[in-house]
């Protein structure tokens, strides 16, 4: 079965510099949901998308910036990229309403 | 706000024994689901059990079942048979049913050790 696709797996970057995250749903969920989880933490909730609208917002700096495309995928921008950014990035799908989430595999993003 | 509380930081288990993980939510919420979700080593989520807060029954999956008491907020997760591979990261999760978005609230997390 199709899962969530992320891409790219492991992703490093300097300071001060910008990285783009990619998430390409499972076919026919048309809600993207975007987690960061820093080392030793629990996964933050950051944003979320219903048919390519922002649906729901939760702690997301505002260097960052997501979108939901019309083919479903969705990217997270990162500006300005700060030592604190250093954490594994998920992306998860489902159907609107569902309770059905299937999590992609997570990006590993390193700040040097 | 939901808030999800795992008061055990780490855990060891014996192969082969039981046992469980606690966890305590707060919401004033009626309509919301549960979620037990372990990460391994790999890092990657993945879904253990569900429980719907609108039914008694507890959820149960192979090895795996839920001890659910609504009024006491109260979420436990009980592993039976315990094997080497369960050793993971557990995390207890919150979500309140909305139309569009169901965000997942995560405690902090419960490491767990199966020991042969």
């Known amino acids: 079965a199709a899962g969530v696709i992320q891409s790219p797996r492991h992703l490093i970057k300097e300071k001060r510099e910008t990285a783009t995250l990619k998430c390409y749903p499972i076919?026919?969920?048309?809600?993207v949901y975007w987690y960061q989880q820093g080392p030793g933490q629990d996964p933050q909730f950051l944003i979320s998308f219903y048919e390519k609208m922002q649906s729901d917002k939760g702690s997301i700096p505002d260097r960052f910036s997501a979108q939901q495309f019309s083919d479903y995928h969705s990217e997270l921008n990162m500006s300005s990229l700060e030592l604190g950014d250093s954490a594994l990035y998920f992306c998860?799908?489902?159907?609107?309403?569902?309770?059905?989430?299937?999590f992609g595999s997570g990006t590993r993003l390193t700040v040097v | 706000a939901q808030t999800v509380t795992q008061s055990q930081p780490e855990m060891s288990v014996q192969e082969a024994e039981t046992v469980t993980l606690s966890c305590t939510y707060d919401t004033s919420e009626s309509n919301y689901y549960l979620f037990w979700y372990k990460q391994p080593p790999s890092r990657q989520m993945i879904l253990v059990i569900r429980?719907?807060?609108?039914?008694?029954q507890n959820a149960t999956e192979n090895r795996f079942s839920v001890n659910f008491q609504k009024a006491a907020k109260s979420f436990s997760l009980k592993i039976s048979d315990s094997q080497l591979g369960d050793t993971a990261m557990y995390f207890c999760?919150?979500?309140?049913?909305?139309?569009?978005?169901?965000?997942?609230?995560f405690g902090a997390g419960t490491i767990l050790r199966v020991k042969s």
């Open positions: 998860a799908s489902s159907r609107a309403g569902s309770t059905g989430y299937t």
């Open positions: 999760a919150f979500m309140k049913l909305m139309e569009y978005g169901n965000k997942l609230v």
């Open positions: 429980q719907e807060a609108y039914k008694q």
């Open positions: 076919p026919r969920h048309d809600t």
